[in-house]
């Protein structure tokens, strides 16, 4: 048996590991910064996040830099970025550090191409329930316009190009953003392709068309109304919010014209709510005088697409007589609950 005063000495000699600060706590303690951007701390805190071993942390951070625009932080977001590539499962699993970092050296406008390059090639394969899923297609999309600002244009097109075949719709749809933002009519050809080519998803479709009417709106609005008639309910919907996006001088008659030739109440509705996004006299006029129709589901989709125009009291003075003189109790509720006014009398 050990002396007493030997048992004292083992015991004084242990040395007590502080319990790891839980990321929980370290995320609010960078939200708590954010409170406080200009105080001394916040450039210094932010730059101990981005060297955190928890990529959910250099995440926060990074968003951080973005939201309080510390192009100070563009260096040492770089590193952290390169450092999340090694052993990435473990070290950036979801890819979100580097999705987040990559979103915020764009929008610090960093000028250093290769992060770029590296991320517009890069896929992270994780495991998931039945296979596995590639976490990086936001990064790609991301990294595309990184390119925007610092690649040649042939190199920037060529890689695009790549993108917009990419499995990943986000992947392609970034591609797509990025040719437009690019605002160069080679791109043109990119886009065409991809839009006759067979392309499924109908999110990928709306943007390439937006993108299409961005860069050369004369000689694609005839491909683009094409699609205002696709088989795909989906798709009609999405290209009718591309062109509504767009306010071309044309944009509401081809919208009416679908409207017209639609068949399913849904997108009926919604090629409405188009009509009211063109925030055009033309528009409002149009769909007031739904109100005063016989389809009462028109009058109705009509009177929801009118709705953020509620401030306009001309406007809601020129519908109450048609909602008013209705017999559709139903009619007179939303209009009552999407205008936030109560009507007299019957």
């Not at 990025?178 to 109908?202: D, H, K, Q, T, Y």
Request: with cysteine; hydrophobic share 45%.
């Amino acid at each position: 048996m050990r002396p007493v005063n030997e048992r004292r000495q083992l015991t004084q000699d242990v040395t007590v590991v502080p319990e790891p600060t839980p990321v929980s706590k370290k995320i609010a303690e960078l939200n708590d910064l954010k409170t406080r951007p200009d105080s001394d701390s916040l450039t210094e805190g932010l730059r101990s996040a981005l060297r955190d071993r928890s990529n959910r942390v250099v995440a926060r951070a990074a968003e951080l830099c973005d939201e309080l625009r510390r192009s100070e932080l563009v260096e040492d977001l770089i590193q952290a970025y390169s450092r999340m590539f090694v052993d990435p499962l473990k070290k950036d699993p979801g890819c979100l550090a580097k999705t987040s970092i990559s979103a915020a050296l764009v929008n610090l406008d960093s000028q250093d191409i290769e992060p770029y390059r590296r991320g517009i090639i890069y896929h992270q394969y994780e495991p998931v329930w039945g296979g596995e899923k590639d976490s990086a297609d936001q990064l790609r999309a991301n990294c595309a316009m990184g390119m925007v600002r610092c690649a040649t244009v042939m190199e920037a097109l060529n890689r695009f190009a790549d993108l917009l075949v990419d499995a990943s719709p986000f992947a392609r749809m970034g591609a797509a953003r990025a040719i437009a933002a690019m605002g160069r009519w080679e791109g043109v050809p990119l886009l065409r392709i991809r839009v006759r080519s067979g392309e499924s998803n109908a999110e990928v479709i709306g943007v390439c068309c937006a993108s299409l009417l961005e860069l050369a709106a004369d000689d694609n609005w005839e491909l683009v109304s094409v699609f205002l008639h696709h088989v795909n309910d989906d798709v009609r919907i999405q290209v009718a919010l591309a062109v509504a996006e767009s306010r071309l001088p044309g944009a509401f008659a081809a919208i009416r014209g679908a409207w017209q030739a639609e068949g399913d109440p849904s997108v009926r509705g919604t090629l409405l709510t188009c009509l009211g996004l063109l925030r055009s006299k033309e528009s409002r006029d149009f769909l007031v005088s739904l109100i005063d129709g016989e389809d009462e589901a028109a009058a109705i989709d009509a009177i929801r697409a009118l709705a953020p125009y509620r401030v306009l009291d001309e406007l809601v003075q020129r519908m109450i007589p048609a909602v008013t003189a209705s017999a559709s109790p139903r009619l007179r509720r939303v209009f009552e609950e999407e205008f936030r006014v109560e009507l007299r009398g019957e």
